[in-house]
């Protein structure tokens, strides 16, 4: 009878060893007892009883999954192919066990359709500017499908836009044409500014005919520093050095 206590009391140390479950940090165990739902364990040393107990680890990081490229046709009837990608985590591990499936699976199919049906509600322009915006309607929508599976979609990002080639040879028109107009705007600003400085300039000449030949020197002076070997005098310059010459002259008499 010894030997059959024994016999039976190693048995029971291999079932209670073979029964020892680690879960870790990040992982819970969805436990079902005669397949019905018994509750979740949290992480660290736990039991199992088989074949009684079942236990189902889900994982709570957050899962990064690709959204594959797709056609779409945007509201300007523009086609176009987008790629996309979603993170979400698990929130409550026993009715992303119980409520579906396959989580991912799920979640991919219902991301597909809800990006193909958002996007093709705007045009091109909106969803090349406003792009932040799109993104976020498609996770509210997305998250509102899924969260009944115990799952939250923390982001949506579209993250490739690839337009067919007649489409970008018209946007690269477009944007040089638009760089022009600035360009043109731009030159014609500056013509206009220095219209008004030349103006002003000329005022203050008329005012003081004394200045123009100072100008006239200055610039003079400026040829002489090439080194050139002839300078030519405007006869504008002499008849304004005599009125010069004569006004001092008045000057001095009245003095």
């Not at 990064?64 to 929130?91: C, E, F, G, L, R």
């Not at 690839?162 to 014609?188: D, F, G, H, S, Y």
């Amino acid at each position: 009878m010894g030997w059959i206590s024994s016999f039976v009391g190693m048995l029971v140390v291999i079932y209670l060893v073979a029964s020892l479950r680690v879960l870790k940090q990040y992982e819970r165990g969805v436990v079902f007892l005669l397949g019905r739902f018994a509750g979740v364990r949290g992480p660290g040393l736990t039991l199992i009883f088989v074949p009684i107990q079942q236990m189902v680890r889900v994982s709570l990081r957050t899962v990064t999954m690709q959204i594959p490229s797709q056609k779409i046709i945007t509201k300007d009837n523009v086609s176009i192919d987008i790629a996309a990608v979603a993170y979400y985590h698990i929130t409550n591990p026993g009715r992303a066990v119980i409520a579906i499936e396959n989580v991912y699976n799920a979640i991919n199919q219902i991301s597909q359709t809800t990006v193909r049906n958002v996007v093709g509600r705007f045009s091109l322009d909106q969803l090349l500017s406003d792009t932040a915006g799109i993104n976020d309607q498609i996770k509210n929508v997305i998250d509102q499908h899924t969260e009944p599976w115990g799952t939250q979609v923390t982001a949506v990002e579209i993250k490739d836009i690839t337009l067919p080639e007649n489409m970008q040879r018209a946007m690269a028109k477009e944007a040089e044409a638009e760089r022009e107009r600035r360009a043109k705007i731009v030159a014609a600003e500056g013509e206009f500014q220095a219209a008004v400085k030349l103006g002003e300039a000329a005022d203050i000449i008329t005012k003081h005919p004394v200045a123009l030949q100072l100008r006239t020197l200055q610039t003079m002076a400026e040829i002489s520093v090439e080194k050139n070997s002839t300078i030519i005098f405007p006869a504008q310059f002499m008849t304004t050095v005599q009125e010069a010459i004569a006004l001092l002259s008045k000057d001095s008499a009245s003095k």
